[in-house]
């Protein structure tokens, strides 16, 4: 398992994270550990600016060479930014995880974050994955 497990970010099951950037803007993207476990990224697919996401729910898809996979929502909220040079070049997820952002959006229900696992957390479900 991978120790690259920021402690300054939120984290789900399904191995996105979230960064909180102020009250009400949140930065989304996948962990080390699903860029890993996916293999060579070659193809990220991302909602419109002005989408609606809800938490839990799938937001974009993210291909490897080995599978693909469903992105899913940690908060709900409006997409305000989608990181179009990870589209461009979707390998910057396997050269650094937590500096290829996917989407910016504006949260529509802040305590959604209280939902999300810590770091600690988060590593304990990966090693128990």
């Not at 080390?32 to 799938?58: C, H, M, R």
């Not at 929502?73 to 040079?85: C, Q, Y």
Request: one cysteine or more.
């Amino acid at each position: 398992m991978s120790s690259n497990i920021p402690g300054n970010l939120s984290y789900t099951v399904e191995h996105e994270w979230a960064r909180i950037e102020n009250e009400s803007i949140v930065s989304i993207g996948i962990t080390d550990f699903a860029q890993s476990s996916l293999g060579d990224i070659v193809y990220v697919e991302l909602p419109e600016v002005g989408s609606n996401i809800s938490k839990g729910s799938t937001f974009g898809v993210v291909e490897s060479i080995k599978s693909v996979s469903d992105l899913y929502a940690p908060i709900s909220g409006e997409v305000l930014e989608v990181n179009s040079e990870l589209v461009a070049h979707p390998e910057l997820c396997n050269k650094d995880a937590y500096s290829a952002w996917m989407l910016k959006i504006k949260m529509t229900d802040p305590t959604q974050v209280k939902t999300l696992l810590n770091s600690k957390q988060y590593a304990e479900h990966c090693t128990n994955a």
